[in-house]
């Protein structure tokens, strides 16, 4: 009775669940180990948000690549802003979603080097090509606290790094860039900043990167993964149900063949 497995039907099916359960075990780890990412992730922006600040040309220099292991690092620094030469960058959003830029400003430190500083948001000018009206940095010496963040670029933001902007805006934070743009050395990464706080809250500063939440990785695993172990349970189902069904069939026919013909009036 269960020659029926041999059929085209039959066989195609089986051939689907083999591919299936390797296909949804593979998900199920590609979720898991999604989750184990956040995790981490989540762990390293604690940590580093609770290190005590640093100078900040303790971590970087020019040219510098801020590993993933320094990101979000409290560091501090110490000159004056050159706001002659600050720069909006174009369509980024504020806590509440709104649309608008960041304002990014040199800070030239003592010993004439700059780091950027990415000193919060603002909503845009009405006319794109206009630059908005920025909040004047503090004038003079000031000690700026804030968090270390690698440069932009468009392969790790998905950011596409348009020409042709109107003066004074770009669409990514990068020190390479603004060092070709100033004509000077500019530490590698930008700092967040998050002290001192603005004179009338603006520019808003951005708030801490989120590290509560660890998403739904892990339940979507185990779904994958029950999934999975379902698909040979609901194949089993199906072949008995086959092989019931061919039963009653079989059952059926032997019987119509062994009833008597009815007699001749």
């Given at each position: 009775?269960?020659?029926?497995?041999?059929?085209?039907?039959?066989?195609?099916?089986?051939?689907?669940?083999?591919?299936?359960?390797?296909?949804?075990?593979?998900?199920?780890?590609?979720?898991?180990?999604?989750?184990?990412?956040?995790?981490?992730?989540?762990?390293?922006?604690?940590?580093?948000?609770?290190?005590?600040?640093?100078?900040?040309?303790?971590?970087?220099s020019p040219g510098h690549t801020v590993p993933r292991s320094d990101y979000?690092?409290?560091?501090?620094?110490?000159?004056?802003?050159?706001?002659?030469?600050?720069?909006?960058?174009?369509?980024?959003?504020?806590?509440?979603?709104?649309?608008?830029?960041?304002?990014?400003?040199?800070?030239?430190?003592?010993?004439?080097?700059?780091?950027?500083?990415?000193?919060?948001?603002?909503?845009?000018?009405?006319?794109?090509?206009?630059?908005?009206?920025?909040?004047?940095?503090?004038?003079?010496?000031?000690?700026?606290?804030?968090?270390?963040?690698?440069?932009?670029?468009?392969?790790?933001?998905?950011?596409?790094?348009?020409?042709?902007?109107?003066?004074?805006?770009?669409?990514l934070i990068n020190s390479e860039q603004q060092a070709k743009s100033l004509?000077?050395?500019?530490?590698?990464?930008?700092?967040?900043?998050?002290?001192?706080?603005?004179?009338?809250?603006?520019?808003?500063?951005?708030?801490?990167?989120?590290?509560?939440?660890?998403?739904?990785?892990?339940?979507?695993?185990?779904?994958?993964?029950?999934?999975?172990?379902?698909?040979?349970?609901?194949?089993?189902?199906?072949?008995?149900?086959?092989?019931?069904?061919?039963?009653?069939?079989?059952?059926?026919?032997?019987?119509?063949?062994?009833?008597?013909?009815?007699?001749a009036a």
């Amino acid at each position: 009775m269960y020659r029926f497995l041999l059929s085209r039907q039959w066989v195609i099916l089986t051939l689907i669940a083999l591919v299936l359960i390797p296909v949804m075990v593979e998900l199920g780890f590609w979720q898991f180990h999604r989750h184990e990412h956040r995790v981490a992730q989540n762990q390293l922006i604690e940590d580093n948000l609770k290190a005590k600040p640093v100078p900040v040309t303790e971590l970087t220099s020019p040219g510098h690549t801020v590993p993933r292991s320094d990101y979000w690092r409290s560091v501090t620094a110490t000159g004056t802003f050159d706001t002659a030469h600050e720069v909006v960058v174009r369509r980024r959003t504020n806590a509440d979603d709104r649309i608008g830029v960041l304002v990014l400003t040199p800070l030239v430190l003592g010993d004439g080097r700059t780091v950027l500083v990415n000193r919060g948001w603002i909503p845009a000018a009405a006319d794109q090509k206009s630059f908005p009206e920025v909040p004047p940095a503090p004038k003079g010496e000031v000690t700026v606290t804030g968090r270390l963040k690698a440069d932009e670029t468009t392969g790790a933001s998905g950011i596409k790094d348009l020409s042709g902007l109107p003066a004074r805006q770009v669409m990514l934070i990068n020190s390479e860039q603004q060092a070709k743009s100033l004509g000077r050395e500019v530490l590698g990464g930008y700092l967040e900043q998050t002290a001192p706080a603005p004179a009338g809250d603006t520019p808003e500063l951005i708030p801490e990167p989120d590290h509560d939440s660890i998403g739904a990785h892990m339940a979507y695993a185990v779904q994958w993964w029950l999934f999975a172990a379902g698909v040979p349970v609901g194949w089993v189902v199906l072949v008995r149900r086959e092989k019931r069904d061919r039963e009653t069939a079989a059952a059926g026919e032997t019987q119509a063949t062994a009833a008597p013909e009815p007699s001749a009036a």
